[in-house]
């Protein structure tokens, strides 16, 4: 039996900042961002759009290419941006989106690797129950403090997928290999917005584990590295992919790059986004390909695992959408640029735009409201 992603897609902000411009500010040599960490923009997010109105906005571009959204019997939504620890988010995304109440539903969290974790969770449900089609979500958005090494790599998104058997995009492999490390690497207490890290020793910590994984990948699949013809890895910014890449040595990653270097680090959602961007932007013909993965998530859990890119999956993407998507957003100032950092409340927020048709219009006694937007 195959099982793997039926269709994928993703949604960001409406609203970008450019990196040139935070240089200015920071007064830092630009070039350090554009060259040094390999970013030109970042997605940022105001007060009203979160991560349920992503989710959704992404979500209902799929469920529109699927027959019968009740065959959805489990939702699971992966996030490190959580603004609740006792109820799951894929909660409100499940009612937005009108699936059937006999759904299981539930939040997955482990930093930036948790959205791999939905996925082979989700193929162990579809290879027990083929008959069901099961919704994956990742959706973050991710602030770090003014003025730290984190600040250019901020960013955001939301990817949905649909995971069934005989999918139309990418046939899962058995192949994985999976390490655990206690590591102090990256971490946000509750009651911070803002993340905590140790920029270098997560960046070591990352490529530690690409090689432990990949070489035990090797081995159990009896694969060797020109078996793979192309490599996605979490990409928390551009420059730390191309340092994967030259750690297995002499890849070409382009374009699995080509969004997340506008979009920032969308955590759970940026390999995904690196896989989407693959598909969307390669000029050859992914037929048969197998993609190589490596899923990290500092704390950390990192897997390296691949699938086969199914034939006919040009068919089913999202590829114009995605591009229009990033070409129609809005670049912001300065200005707005910290108020959106500081204002996490949509109170007396401006009428800014949503990605999607849901926004969150209020946040009163601790409780979340979002409405509906008719756009047309
Ligand atoms: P930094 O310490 O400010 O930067 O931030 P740097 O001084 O190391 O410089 C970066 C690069 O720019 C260097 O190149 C410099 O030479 C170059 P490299 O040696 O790396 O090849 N450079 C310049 N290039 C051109 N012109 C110039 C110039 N100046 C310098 N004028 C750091 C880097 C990674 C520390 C920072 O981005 C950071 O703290 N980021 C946040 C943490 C992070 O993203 N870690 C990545 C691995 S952990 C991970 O991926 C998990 C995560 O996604 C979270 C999760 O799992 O949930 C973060």
């Known amino acids: 039996m195959h099982v793997g992603i039926d269709l994928i897609t993703f949604s960001t902000s409406k609203y970008f900042f450019k990196l040139e411009t935070l240089a200015k500010y920071r007064n830092v040599d630009y070039a350090k961002y554009c060259t040094g960490i390999g970013q030109t923009q970042m997605s940022v997010f105001p007060p009203n759009e979160d991560i349920i109105t992503l989710s959704v906005a992404a979500a209902e571009k799929l469920l529109s290419e699927i027959d019968n959204k009740d065959s959805i019997d489990m939702l699971i939504f992966a996030s490190e941006s959580s603004f609740d620890i006792s109820k799951a988010e894929g909660i409100y995304v499940h009612k937005f989106l009108k699936?059937?109440?006999?759904?299981?539903?539930?939040?997955?969290?482990?930093?930036?690797?948790?959205?791999?974790?939905?996925?082979?969770?989700?193929?162990?449900?579809?290879?027990?129950?083929?008959?069901?089609?099961?919704?994956?979500?990742?959706?973050?958005?991710?602030?770090?403090?003014?003025?730290?090494?984190?600040?250019?790599?901020?960013?955001?998104?939301?990817?949905?997928?649909?995971?069934?058997?005989?999918?139309?995009?990418?046939?899962?492999?058995?192949?994985?290999?999976?390490?655990?490390?206690?590591?102090?690497?990256?971490?946000?207490?509750?009651?911070?917005?803002?993340?905590?890290?140790?920029?270098?020793?997560?960046?070591?910590?990352?490529?530690?584990?690409?090689?432990?994984?990949?070489?035990?990948?090797?081995?159990?699949?009896?694969?060797?590295?020109?078996?793979?013809?192309?490599?996605?890895?979490?990409?928390?910014?551009?420059?730390?992919?191309q340092k994967a890449a030259r750690q297995i040595g002499d890849i070409d990653i382009h374009y699995t790059t080509i969004y997340n270097s506008v979009i920032g680090n969308s955590c759970s959602a940026s390999l995904y986004i690196s896989f989407i961007s693959l598909l969307d932007n390669c000029l050859n013909d992914l037929t048969e390909k197998r993609i190589g993965f490596f899923s990290y998530g500092s704390g950390s859990v990192a897997e390296f695992f691949s699938g086969k890119v199914v034939p006919g999956y040009k068919r089913v993407l999202l590829s114009q959408r995605h591009k229009k998507d990033l070409e129609e957003r809005i670049e912001i100032s300065f200005e707005d640029y910290e108020l959106f950092r500081k204002n996490t409340s949509p109170f007396n927020s401006k009428n800014y735009v949503n990605i999607g048709n849901l926004t969150l219009s209020n946040i009163s006694d601790d409780k979340r409201y979002y409405s509906k937007i008719n756009k047309f």
């Open 99 to 241: 699936l059937n109440n006999e759904c299981r539903v539930f939040n997955i969290k482990q930093a930036c690797y948790s959205l791999t974790a939905a996925l082979q969770i989700a193929k162990s449900h579809v290879a027990l129950y083929p008959s069901s089609k099961v919704l994956v979500i990742g959706s973050d958005i991710i602030k770090y403090p003014s003025n730290s090494s984190g600040e250019p790599t901020q960013g955001g998104a939301a990817v949905a997928m649909i995971v069934s058997e005989s999918p139309r995009i990418l046939e899962l492999e058995p192949y994985s290999s999976v390490f655990t490390k206690e590591v102090m690497d990256f971490w946000r207490p509750i009651y911070k917005s803002e993340a905590l890290f140790d920029g270098k020793l997560s960046a070591y910590n990352y490529l530690e584990l690409l090689k432990i994984t990949f070489d035990k990948y090797i081995k159990k699949s009896r694969l060797s590295k020109k078996d793979i013809d192309y490599f996605c890895f979490h990409c928390p910014f551009c420059k730390m992919a």
